[in-house]
């Protein structure tokens, strides 16, 4: 049950209709343009072939309609999860639905959700083409930070590595010191980045390693802190468990994702509906027990609840199975 099958598509259209729509569209029609963007990014190949060179800014303008359209959508269906190919059916755009893309993360006047989702979808249909645009927000040392490292992700995959190298580096001269008093508190931050900075760019099974080593020192500063402090690590240690289950079922390792997933559920800030629409939990969702891991959990959340009204277990009570 991906996000991508929660709005009906809309009717295919027929060549003749399409041919007539085409027409109509080349000469300025702003009916035709509405209905053509109501249809969605698998429509632009298919309209294209129907266009000559005199429509290519009509094309442009109906292409960036449709993007920004559907990376709307997704802020509304999808909320706040991210994960690769949520977009790669916006790669029926072709290149300029990459360059809008670009432009829009680059954007400052664009609002800031949208321009995460447009570096998101950059990343699933973007390619070479825009390394050095790329290159240039990255080193630009007036821009954003989140902009520079999500322009260092997406220089990694497709393939420029030579800023994410120098980061991880650097990241690893404070994670692999001897932990202190003194140093705990960089060596857990660098290693939270060490896992996200793995996991954004493909390397689960190192972004597993750092997660499980920042669970480890976390739950060893637990033990030794004050008791009123306690709460604070143990809810710490039960959100990185969806993390951790992200990349582990990436990974392939379903049957631990599962495992954190059931750990992860004591965090009101986890609930089913994450899991349902999770793009990198494909492969739970995909597994025969995840009928039955989710119907554990429904009726533990208590039956007849929305996903929408979803919260999260009783830290104190075990998981199921």
């Given at each position: 049950?991906?996000?991508?099958g929660d709005?009906?598509a809309?009717?295919a259209?027929?060549?003749?209709?399409?041919?007539?729509?085409?027409?109509?569209?080349?000469?300025?029609?702003?009916?035709?343009r509405?209905?053509?963007?109501?249809?969605?990014?698998?429509?632009v190949?298919?309209?294209?072939?129907?266009?000559?060179?005199s429509?290519?800014?009509?094309?442009?303008?109906l292409?960036?309609?449709?993007?920004?359209?559907?990376?709307?959508?997704?802020?509304v269906?999808?909320?706040?999860?991210r994960?690769?190919?949520q977009?790669?059916r916006?790669?029926?755009?072709g290149?300029?639905?990459?360059?809008?893309?670009?432009?829009?993360?680059?954007?400052?006047?664009e609002?800031?959700?949208?321009?995460?989702r447009?570096?998101?979808?950059l990343?699933?249909?973007?390619?070479?083409?825009?390394?050095?645009?790329?290159?240039?927000?990255?080193?630009?040392?007036?821009?954003?930070?989140?902009?520079?490292?999500?322009?260092?992700f997406?220089l990694?995959?497709f393939?420029?590595?030579?800023?994410?190298?120098?980061?991880?580096?650097?990241?690893h001269?404070?994670?692999d010191?001897?932990?202190?008093?003194?140093?705990?508190?960089a060596?857990?931050?660098?290693?939270?980045?060490?896992?996200?900075?793995?996991?954004r760019?493909?390397?689960?099974?190192?972004?597993?390693e750092?997660?499980l080593?920042?669970?480890?020192?976390?739950?060893?500063?637990?033990?030794r802190?004050?008791?009123?402090?306690?709460?604070a690590?143990t809810?710490?240690?039960?959100?990185?468990?969806y993390?951790?289950?992200?990349?582990?079922?990436?990974a392939?390792?379903i049957?631990?994702?599962?495992?954190?997933?059931?750990?992860?559920?004591?965090?009101?800030?986890?609930?089913?509906?994450?899991?349902?629409?999770?793009?990198d939990?494909?492969a739970v969702?995909?597994?025969?027990?995840?009928?039955?891991?989710?119907?554990d959990?429904e009726a533990?959340?208590?039956?007849?609840?929305?996903?929408?009204?979803?919260?999260?277990?009783d830290p104190?009570?075990?998981?199921?199975?």
């Open positions: 049950d991906d996000p991508s709005r009906p809309p009717r259209l027929t060549d003749a209709e399409l041919d007539d729509l085409a027409r109509r569209f080349a000469a300025g029609d702003d009916d035709a509405t209905a053509l963007a109501d249809q969605g990014p698998a429509i190949p298919r309209l294209r072939t129907r266009l000559d060179t429509a290519a800014e009509r094309l442009r303008a292409i960036e309609r449709v993007a920004r359209r559907d990376l709307e959508r997704s802020l269906d999808e909320g706040a999860v994960y690769q190919g977009f790669e916006l790669r029926d755009l290149p300029e639905g990459a360059e809008w893309m670009l432009r829009t993360f680059g954007n400052e006047d609002p800031i959700d949208i321009r995460n447009a570096a998101t979808a990343g699933d249909v973007g390619s070479e083409a825009q390394l050095p645009a790329l290159r240039e927000l990255a080193d630009d040392f007036l821009a954003e930070a989140w902009v520079e490292r999500e322009a260092i997406l990694a995959r393939g420029d590595r030579v800023r994410v190298d120098r980061r991880l580096a650097r990241l001269e404070i994670a010191v001897e932990a202190t008093t003194a140093t705990l508190p060596i857990l931050n660098a290693c939270g980045e060490l896992a996200e900075v793995h996991y760019i493909g390397e689960y099974e190192a972004a597993i750092q997660y080593r920042k669970q480890a020192l976390l739950e060893e500063m637990r033990d802190v004050r008791p009123e402090l306690r709460p690590l809810e710490e240690v039960v959100i990185l468990q993390n951790l289950a992200c990349s582990l079922a990436l392939g390792r049957a631990e994702s599962f495992a954190a997933l059931d750990r992860s559920m004591a965090s009101r800030d986890i609930t089913l509906d994450m899991v349902r629409t999770d793009g939990l494909r969702r995909a597994d025969p027990n995840y009928p039955t891991w989710r119907a959990w533990r959340l208590g039956a007849g609840r929305g996903a929408d009204d979803e919260g999260a277990a104190g009570d075990p998981p199921p199975g």
